[in-house]
């Protein structure tokens, strides 16, 4: 369902080319959980954004549901789900008008969207907060309704952006029930987080990112069997002290 091939994307800066992305390939098949892995600056945002259209890679190319971003970057986008840490919910729109909104900005059919929006909600336990005026929503209710908006046009990719961060226990676990909602539903998912602990309980695999390389890929056993370590934190530690050394 996505295909990431050869991505080169640098940046000049005034202290010289930083190479955020350097030769990174992966793929992700449906009802599999991708984690993309890597402390702040690994190039785990970048990806995305070049996945998104958002940035054009210096070389390579992606792919999503076998249409390369390069060549119809309107009709990938309508294939991509995008969740991150910030919710953007408009605070003047009530929340099934935001739903609405978004719907339409994606060319589903109006009965089709507010038929999802009434799902959805349900799903993820909103449903008495359609009506509401979205700038009244709790931190937690923003958060849900988000998660909702992303998959109103039912795209088959869904790319998360450190969707845990700055959550409490309760948002945490309602970021888990969903991705489990979309490995249930043949979602091909994309989790972009530095937050490794959270990462072995949500993945099915993992692609570790240090300094814009793929330095391991696999389940956690293939990871194990390459590193000699158990967990992810442990691998990350040896890349970072190899690097200073």
């Known amino acids: 369902m996505l295909q990431v091939q050869s991505l080169v994307k640098s940046f000049s800066l005034d202290s010289g080319e930083v190479r955020a992305v350097d030769d990174l390939s992966f793929s992700v098949s449906e009802k599999v959980v991708y984690g993309l892995l890597g402390?702040?600056?690994?190039?785990?945002?970048?990806?995305l954004r070049i996945i998104l259209g958002l940035l054009e890679p210096d070389h390579g190319y992606t792919a999503v549901d076998g249409i390369h971003t390069t060549v119809d970057p309107i009709a990938v986008k309508s294939r991509l789900g995008f969740v991150s840490s910030n919710d953007g919910v408009y605070p003047w729109l009530s929340v099934r008008e935001m739903l609405l909104y978004f719907g339409d900005l994606y060319a589903v059919d109006p009965d089709l969207a507010a038929t999802r929006a009434e799902e959805l909600a349900a799903l993820m336990g909103i449903e008495h907060l359609l009506d509401r005026r979205a700038g009244t929503l709790s931190t937690g209710q923003r958060q849900r309704v988000t998660l909702v908006r992303g998959l109103i046009h039912d795209p088959p990719v869904m790319l998360l952006d450190e969707p845990t961060r700055g959550l409490d226990v309760v948002g945490v676990q309602t970021i888990f029930e969903y991705i489990g909602h979309l490995r249930?539903?043949?979602k091909a998912v994309v989790v972009c987080t530095h937050r490794l602990d959270e990462a072995e309980r949500l993945c099915d695999r993992f692609g570790l990112l240090h300094?814009?390389?793929l330095e391991y890929e696999g389940d956690l056993t293939e990871l194990r069997q390459a590193t000699g370590r158990d967990h992810l934190v442990d691998m990350f530690?040896?890349?970072?002290?190899?690097?200073?050394?």
């Open 39 to 47: 402390p702040n600056g690994a190039g785990k945002t970048t990806t």
């Open 184 to 186: 249930e539903a043949g």
């Open 211 to 213: 300094q814009g390389r």
């Open 237 to 245: 530690v040896d890349l970072m002290n190899s690097e200073a050394a």
